[in-house]
């Protein structure tokens, strides 16, 4: 099987398994797949195991919100992902398997594994490249009023997870993308934190 054959089994897998929105779901995984793509490209990275683990590392979150489940959602996606290659027939050394999976642990802010390869670095980075930007403050307003918080609580994410974000980034290329990015956060959370009103 091709690999463009392969890549668009998974990609229709992950569109019909991820959530539906814009924060963790499907549009965050396209995202994540074009800058992991735009990276690998030109640090000549394994783009198979890129597409393939960008397509999954999300796709556990929603068993992730079942009760009484304790896993962490990469560790999810990753089952997921390993449970699904396996099932097929795809010519997908079992090398470049096990990448996808120690790519898809690793990617995760949470999860606290050391992306060790190129690709786990690359998927690293690109997930949280995603979190800063226009795009990453929208994310952030939308996963706190998912989450039935406010203002403070916007605040309080940004001060926890994404003004560090750019600390926890392995490659130059990425830290390159980030600056700009980094700018309009930080311009936003200056702003909405003298804008606020205290009670």
């Known amino acids: 099987m091709y690999k463009k054959d392969i890549t668009s089994i998974v990609k229709d897998f992950a569109y019909k398994n991820s959530e539906k929105d814009d924060i963790h779901g499907y ?111 929208y994310r952030t307003i939308g996963f706190t009023v998912k989450n039935h918080g406010g203002i403070e609580q916007v605040i309080s994410h940004m001060e926890e997870k994404i003004l560090v974000l750019k600390d926890q980034l392995l490659l130059d290329i990425s830290k390159r993308i980030a600056k700009e990015r980094q700018k309009i956060i930080l311009d936003f959370y200056k702003r909405i934190k003298s804008e606020r009103v205290e009670f």
């Open 27 to 137: 549009p965050h995984v396209i995202r994540v797949y074009d800058l992991c793509l735009k990276i690998g490209k030109e640090l000549s990275a394994n783009l198979l195991v890129l597409k393939l683990a960008a397509l999954f590392h999300d796709i556990g979150r929603v068993g992730e919100q079942k009760p009484f489940n304790k896993k962490n959602y990469a560790e999810i996606s990753a089952e997921i992902a390993s449970d699904f290659l396996l099932s097929k027939n795809f010519d997908i050394s079992n090398e470049d398997i096990e990448n996808i999976i120690h790519s898809i642990k690793a990617h995760s802010f949470s999860n606290k594994i050391i992306p060790k390869t190129l690709e786990a670095k690359i998927l690293s980075d690109a997930d949280k490249l995603d979190a800063l930007g226009a795009i990453g403050i």
